[in-house]
């Protein structure tokens, strides 16, 4: 019975980060965007993934879009930050802003 239910939770563990690797594959990247394509998607999504320079893949959300973020008032102790990510023809795309 033991091994039934390690068996179990192991293959649980298994299916669920499958799960996770496949959801994140069938996210477009930023990497194989342009630069405008990501600021579209950007602002119709409010998310995208971007590859890091070290392989990782990260989702990018949070920040006001680009073109209503060169308004954004973050306050006298905050200053405005923009949010880059890697695109096919942009090493340092601003999507977004953020305080």
């Known amino acids: 019975m033991r ?57 990018i959300y949070g920040g006001v879009p680009e073109a209503q973020g060169r308004n954004l008032l973050c306050g006298r102790d905050r200053s405005q930050r923009p949010v880059r990510v890697i695109t096919r023809d942009n090493r340092r795309c601003t999507i977004a802003y953020k305080c």
């Open 3 to 59: 091994a039934l239910v390690l068996t179990s939770t192991v293959s649980m563990c298994v299916f669920i980060a499958i799960a996770a690797s496949e959801r994140a594959a069938a996210q477009q990247l930023t990497n194989s965007m342009t630069c405008a394509q990501a600021k579209s998607l950007y602002q119709k999504q409010g998310r995208v993934y971007t590859r890091t320079r070290n392989g990782t893949v990260l989702p």
